[in-house]
């Protein structure tokens, strides 16, 4: 099967059966998703969820944030991976959005990214779900999704690079729900250590699952 084909039974697919995906993240406005989207980092989204009630309380902006300490954030993100860390991002980027941004998130890549604790992903997050922009944020769901099914080759060792495989084929109004698609079948079908091969939809694309049954055939 060539690339193209593969791609276009992934978007046929999942247009048909989940044509409107969204993130799993709780969040009523661009201030609040982009802190949650921070303190996702290599932690469960309902991990964040259980944290950010009692968070977005206490600090329901950007001006709140700014006006708080590291040492005040921390006990309400305490139960998150890296606390310390996110905590001296999370004040940070409060004071940034403040500083500079007129306490408003910004909308391009390059403008998200100059903020503590935001990385390519996670703009890239911010930017296609507030935004609605074609940009792909490859975290490592999609950038296992992507090696397994045949979307990126396994010569594509970054994330970048597996975004620009992704970008080249997937049609601009479809990435923001692509990133979706493939950040969901990662968490709930095609786990990182028993992919649930029988209840997945997408095998006849999957060079994965061509690969398994190619050993059970041998054996």
């Not at 692509?178 to 095609?190: N, P, S, T």
Request: glycine share 4%.
């Amino acid at each position: 099967m060539r690339k193209k084909e593969r791609f276009q039974g992934l978007i046929d697919y999942f247009t048909t059966y989940f044509p409107e995906p969204e993130t799993e993240l709780h969040y009523r406005n661009p201030y609040e998703l982009l802190i949650s989207v921070i303190l996702s980092a290599q932690c469960t989204d309902k991990r964040v969820n259980l944290v950010t009630p009692a968070l977005f309380e206490r600090f329901p902006g950007p001006e709140a944030l700014a006006a708080s300490d590291v040492e005040e954030v921390f006990t309400y993100i305490r139960s998150v991976s890296y606390p310390n860390n996110k905590s001296k991002h999370l004040v940070g980027t409060g004071r940034m959005l403040v500083a500079e941004f007129n306490s408003e998130v910004p909308g391009k890549v390059d403008e998200l990214q100059r903020l503590p604790g935001v990385g390519r992903k996670t703009a890239n997050v911010i930017a296609s779900v507030i935004f609605n922009q074609p940009t792909m944020a490859v975290d490592t769901h999609v950038f296992r999704v992507s090696h397994r099914i045949g979307l990126a080759p396994l010569t594509a060792t970054t994330p970048l690079a597996v975004e620009k495989h992704l970008m080249a084929y997937i049609p601009k109004d479809l990435v923001p729900k692509a990133h979706h698609w493939l950040i969901l079948h990662g968490r709930y079908v095609c786990i990182a250590r028993s992919p649930k091969c029988s209840e997945c939809a997408l095998t006849p694309l999957c060079k994965y699952y061509e690969k398994i049954q190619k050993i059970k055939i041998k054996g």
